[in-house]
């Protein structure tokens, strides 16, 4: 959203309760807006983390029932009750992200509808504390002691609230945090590969869907002056879940416009009430069935290209520099080696890895090979961090990595593609780049920047296409993964790798299944790469390339190493060949 | 005190029963196509409000039972036909890895107004299936237990040995599984597995159907019992870990008697203790009793 | 010459009432729980029932106003019963308001009325304290015809403790169900007795076996019955050799309840009332009421004070003579004549009561032979 659209907005919350003469409009307005913030909540955590909730009313009670109970049977004031009930929020987020950690899709629904269920229970059931489904009574309004005036007032705090929120929200989609859930979404190996902490992301989420839909809890709870524990059921969690489908799951303005259309509906069919919830479920299956991409979508299809123009901010990748100044611009260049020290790895019996032993050079091209079975992946995948050996230890350089989680070995410097390529299928293929460049991006005033420069990441963009310059794809930056033929696609998770800024990268076969031109050009952006410095480790099959490219070979055989060397020695070396069965010429 | 807790126990292994035979639909269809349908329990409802009025019209059981089998064989056939494979066709984008939940709730919704505007909002009682009058009991080793109870439990075992046969003998319970393990593989194989998607969800919704014509004579039915069917019948299916129907039946059991049980002991939040077991089962083996985690490898 | 004068001042007093006529057009909202779980469903659908019965005597008997129902559903949900009065004070221009079924969605709403300065009539909520919160206003907005828990207690208790050595107490754990056993411990101890046994379960709950078992245990006599579930703990019965007498608020004078447990089972139980069906009145308006509204139609005494306060307010709109909220809040509490079929007086209310029944018109009602009649 270009800036000066969020001004408008300011002036529309302003200026919209003096002209608007009937208060019932008023009432439903304070309804949208803080409504609104509970399903962008929603939508980060659904939309961008991918993590499924069912049980969102039971944030929203917890925040309701700390400032009501607080302001109600303690005297807080407002301005403090609100806080404390955001604080009690956030931890009722923690508690239930900690268990999202150890569940995924519909375990973890489940978990969150038990949530829900478990909250409305407890409130409907301790009535010392909570008045039960008598409620609350008297609870202080958000009025400012002017009853004439105190509709509006509330409208005011709750319309720039939401105000405030969705600009957040706009921050978060259009920066790498949006980016960075998005990655965790789709593959976590993927995350933790590019040094992302993937439990602390996820649980993060939670707490911040929590701490939104606890807000808007606590202004439902001093809009009335009464809350009881009807209001916090299934049905509630469920409406939160239309309102974010309705409006586009994972547009950042699908949440208020969402809501408004699922107000408005609920307003219009109020003398409907024998129907209403076959209106309801009709909505959701016409929403579902027919316009998936919600009512941003139809709206983004319909709007006129001037008006998307005016509003949206589209940000540009400026020229891009020589890879070698990429690289210059970041810290010493001094190369570092790869060493594995007895490395033993099995599954359940059966030993993949034995005992291995591999050093690699500083700064050259070490081809790890054997055949099919023989455990390479294995060890590449020991090195990176995703599975933990039995034994025996890894050094990058002269830091042990053993004990490390994956991300953190990124984060030191290693990098590594994915057989079965691991790209961010929901993002262009630019912003897959960008991923890889997370852990050199700076990570305060990051909203600041942002908020007065659109294109707030000019330098990273920059960057990103200087890597797709180099690898002859910079035409495909605004391309989405699964429109790319696989050739490009390994390119671009070779791309990604790269704006890593390695110090060492891991290959999981990096020209499996591509035409021979293709793999020419990666050997010679590999051979680039040595030169800039990078140690290399890389898995294949293709021996041409290998004896071309290597510097030293490693073999392994049913998890043992049974040849090391260079490559002339490793070609003549008879255990070699009859590993291969006699295959003196491998073809892939 | 003996016979009151064998009398809990009874009760116990008989909504217990229930609960598995919903939770093998939900298991069923889930282990096929990793979707399955949160109006379960709604299904469940249906099977029980028309095995009720064709009861009462004086429909002999059997009859009555056949025909609200083939009315929610063709919910089933619906269900997966018309909102569940549409959604395939819009791929991995935003949620929709997860529409299918908002898509089966909102058939729900739709059942339950449907089931208001048929039968009303208040409740109602189902005629006994077995027995003649709704208090017919029977006295086993000086306990009085229902006969209804005892023959729901009976019942319910035949079905579900049934089941097992079905899953683990038949050619057709293996081609499930190898959809279930790989669709392209499995289709490579000449297995039809667009039908075994099909008949997946129509058995699914056969099981909730089956659930609801012997859930109705023990307790009273209104449009709203559906959702508190599905929650514990996706408990109960959680604790099988989805994969395992032993564990689905072992589970189903367990919970049934032991929310019988807490409700003796503690009957203001009885119920919860179930539910809260379970989130908390799932924390410490979020994949059920008997499978393995499944490593993130790829 | 005297019969000119008395038939121009006839023609001018008919011109001047027909003028009246002519300029009445009044809004009464009606928020009543219609959807939901079936104990509101039945209750808020049958008083409704009474209110639509009282709008259609009312047209037909050539009624000088035309009222006009607008009629929402709250769901039993507080947020929407706010919602809705809002949106009738605000966007439908209301005069008057009635409803609704959950006592706390009452005490959310009735604030806004109170302070807007549109009468309500409420009900069928029970709650004892909805009037009390507000009769020491100036002027009070809030009356309520409908039955309130504690007149029920009290008389269920006063008769329970002489007829029986040892009471039980079933309820539910919801609001409604905690409050009530409030009252019942604390009406007991005023009168010197105590419990012997109490057991509580939740609103959904499938099956009260265990509770029941634990009453038996105890040798509960007469189990008070206060779970929405009223036909659940006749259920566990047969199997437990257990047959206390029952006694509950006026839900277990239903006829569903009758429907489901059967004439043998609820034979003998007690409940509150206000409806004597061998009262003439009483009879001729369930005959109408069954010939109007079928099947449909299952509860007596919650038809017949909703259709006492429907003829309530849409007098007191006609006394009233205008749709000033201010003029029909008046012109209710000081109305006089009404002709209720419910025990409802004719005189309901004053300055300092705002119930329409009162202590003394609340009764003891029994099944008999599948009827529902006074309990002497």
């Given at each position: 959203m270009k800036r000066y659209v969020y001004i408008l907005m300011a002036i529309a919350i302003g200026v919209f309760p003096l002209v608007v003469e009937n208060t019932f409009y008023i009432y439903l307005a304070q309804t949208v807006a803080f409504t609104s913030i509970a399903v962008i909540g929603l939508n980060i955590l659904l939309g961008l983390s991918g993590q499924m909730s069912l049980g969102q009313a039971g944030f929203y009670a917890v925040g309701a029932y700390a400032s009501a109970i607080l302001a109600t049977n303690y005297g807080w004031p407002l301005y403090a009750a609100i806080p404390f009930a955001l604080i009690v929020s956030g931890i009722a987020g923690t508690l239930v992200g900690l268990v999202a950690l150890r569940t995924r899709g519909l375990y973890l629904a489940m978990a969150t509808l038990a949530f829900g269920f478990i909250v409305e229970i407890l409130s409907q059931r301790w009535v010392d504390l909570t008045g039960g489904t008598m409620g609350l009574m008297g609870v202080p309004t958000l009025d400012f002691g002017n009853f004439r005036m105190g509709p509006i007032y509330f409208f005011w705090v709750a319309g720039f609230t939401w105000l405030f929120v969705q600009i957040g929200s706009d921050y978060v989609f259009s920066s790498r945090w949006g980016r960075s859930l998005l990655a965790i979404k789709d593959s976590e190996s993927f995350a933790q590969t590019v040094g992302l902490n993937v439990p602390i992301w996820r649980t993060g989420v939670f707490v911040l869907s929590a701490v939104l839909t606890g807000l808007a809890g606590t202004f439902f709870a001093h809009q009335n002056g009464f809350i009881s524990s009807d209001a916090f059921s299934i049905q509630l969690s469920i409406a939160l879940l239309v309102a974010v489908v309705i409006g586009g799951l994972g547009r950042s303005y699908g949440p208020v416009l969402g809501t408004l259309i699922l107000l408005a509906i609920d307003e219009g069919t109020a003398s409907l009430h024998d129907v209403s919830l076959m209106i309801y479920g009709g909505i959701l299956l016409f929403v579902l069935l027919g316009f998936p991409e919600g009512a941003i979508g139809l709206v983004r299809k319909l709007m006129p290209s001037i008006l998307s123009r005016a509003l949206m901010a589209v940000p540009s990748s400026p020229a891009a520099a020589p890879l070698e100044e990429v690289f210059s611009q970041n810290r010493r260049r001094e190369s570092v080696g790869l060493s594995i020290e007895a490395i033993s790895k099995s599954y359940s019996g059966i030993l993949a890895a034995q005992n291995v032993n591999l050093s690699v050079a500083p700064g050259t091209i070490h081809a790890l090979i054997g055949p099919n079975g023989a455990g390479k992946s294995t060890v590449i995948n020991v090195i990176a961090g995703l599975y933990g050996a039995d034994s025996g230890r890894i050094r990058l350089g002269e830091t042990y990595l053993t004990k490390l989680p994956a991300h953190k070995r990124a984060r030191l410097g290693l990098a590594r593609t994915f057989q079965n390529l691991q790209l961010i299928g929901s993002l262009p293929v630019l912003d897959n780049v960008l991923l890889g460049m997370e852990r050199n991006v700076p990570r305060a005033g990051g909203f600041w920047r942002w908020l007065v420069d659109t294109n707030h990441e000019r330098i990273a963009r920059g960057q990103a296409m200087s890597i797709l310059q180099f690898l002859g794809i910079e035409e495909l930056a605004g391309h989405y993964p699964a429109d790319l033929s696989y050739g490009h696609r390994k390119l671009v998770e070779l791309a990604r790798a790269v704006a890593q800024q390695p110090k060492v990268m891991l290959l999981d076969e990096p020209v499996a299944g591509i035409n021979t031109h293709e793999v020419k050009e990666i050997g010679e952006a590999i051979l680039k790469l040595r030169e800039l410095g990078i140690t290399v480790l890389l898995v294949e099959h293709n021996m041409d390339f290998v004896m071309r490219i290597s510097d030293h070979i490693t073999v392994l055989d049913y998890g043992l190493v049974i040849a090391d060397g260079d490559p002339a020695e490793v070609r003549a070396n008879p255990k070699v060949i009859e590993a291969y069965l006699g295959v003196e010429e491998e073809t892939t | 005190m003996l016979d009151t807790y064998l009398q809990i126990l009874v009760s116990g292994l008989a909504m217990g029963a229930i609960y598995t035979l919903t939770a093998k639909g939900l298991f069923i269809a889930h282990l096929a196509t990793h979707k399955l349908n949160f109006g379960q329990g709604d299904f469940l409802m249906v099977g029980a409000f028309l095995s009720m009025s064709l009861i009462i019209a004086g429909i002999p059981v059997l009859l009555a039972a056949l025909l609200v089998l083939i009315a929610l064989g063709l919910l089933g056939w619906g269900l997966e036909r018309l909102v569940i494979r549409p959604l395939d066709r819009f791929g991995i984008s935003g949620g929709s890895t997860y529409s299918w939940i908002l898509t089966t709730a909102g058939v729900a919704l739709i059942l339950q107004n449907i089931a208001e505007l048929v039968w009303g909002k208040s409740s109602h009682y189902s005629p006994p299936l077995f027995s003649e009058g709704r208090d017919n009991v029977i006295e086993i080793a000086g306990i009085n237990m229902f006969v209804e109870e005892i023959l729901v439990i009976g019942f319910a075992a035949v079905v579900v040995a049934f089941f097992y046969y079905m899953l683990f003998r038949t050619r057709w319970g293996r081609a499930v599984y190898t959809v279930a393990f790989n669709p392209e593989a499995a289709m490579l194989l000449g297995i039809n597995v667009r039908r075994t998607v099909v008949l997946v969800f129509v058995l699914a919704s056969l099981l909730a159907g089956i659930s609801g014509i012997l859930v109705g004579p023990l307790i009273t039915i209104h449009p709203h019992i559906g959702l508190m069917f599905t929650i514990k019948a996706l408990a109960v299916a959680a604790i099988g870990g989805f994969s395992n129907p032993l564990g689905i039946l072992i589970g189903g059991v367990l919970f049934g008697v032991a929310e019988a049980f807490s409700n003796y002991y503690?009957?203001?939040?009885?119920?919860l203790y179930p539910l809260i077991f379970v989130l908390v089962f799932l924390v410490f083996r979020p994949s059920g009793l008997f499978s393995e985690a499944q490593a993130d490898v790829r | 010459m005297k019969s000119i004068v008395k038939s121009i001042a006839i023609g001018v007093a008919t011109v001047l009432g027909s003028a009246q006529v002519l300029a009445m057009d009044v809004k009464v909202g009606v928020i009543q729980g219609l959807s939901g779980p079936p104990a509101i469903v039945d209750f808020g659908e049958s008083y409704l029932q009474g209110i639509r019965m009282a709008l259609k005597e009312y047209k037909a008997a050539g009624g000088a106003v035309d009222v006009e129902l607008i009629v929402y559903d709250d769901e039993a949900n507080p947020q929407r019963a706010v919602s809705y009065a809002q949106r009738l004070i605000q966007s439908d221009n209301v005069s008057a308001v009635m409803g609704t079924v959950s006592s706390g969605n009452v005490m959310a709403f009735a604030p806004i009325l109170q302070r807007a300065g549109i009468p309500l009539i409420a009900g069928p909520s029970i709650a004892t304290g909805i009037t009390a919160e507000f009769i020491d206003e100036d002027p009070s907005y809030i009356f309520r015809c409908s039955m309130v828990e504690k007149f029920q207690i009290d008389k269920m208790l006063d008769w329970g403790i002489e007829n029986f050595d040892k009471i039980g107490l079933l309820h539910s754990t919801t609001g409604y169900g905690s409050f009530a056993a409030d009252e019942i411990q604390k009406g007991m101890k005023e009168r010197g007795e105590e419990l012997v046994e109490i057991q509580a379960a939740a609103p959904g709950i499938n099956d009260l076996t265990p509770q029941m078992i634990r009453l038996r245990d105890a040798g509960a006599g007469l189990v008070l019955n206060f779970h929405e579930s009223f036909e659940l703990p006749y259920r566990a019965l047969p199997r437990i050799d257990y047959k206390p007498t029952f006694a509950g608020n006026w839900g277990l004078s239903s006829q569903k309840v009758i429907d489901i447990v059967g004439q043998d089972a609820i034979e003998g139980t007690v409940m509150g009332q206000a409806l004597d069906l061998s009262d003439p009145e009483a009879a001729a308006f369930d005959e109408r009421m069954r010939a109007e509204f079928g099947d449909a139609y299952r509860w007596p005494v919650l038809a017949a004070l909703g259709y006492d306060s429907g003829r309530i307010m849409f007098q007191a709109i006609e006394n009233a003579g205008s749709d000033d909220p201010e003029a029909i809040r008046d012109a209710i509490e000081s109305i006089q004549d009404v002709e209720a079929v419910s025990s409802t007086p004719a005189e309901p209310f004053s300055a300092d009561d705002h119930e329409c029944l009162d202590a003394e018109h609340v009764f003891l009602g029994v099944w008999r032979d599948g009827r529902v009649v006074r309990l002497e």
């Open positions: - | 503690d009957s203001a939040f009885g119920d | -």
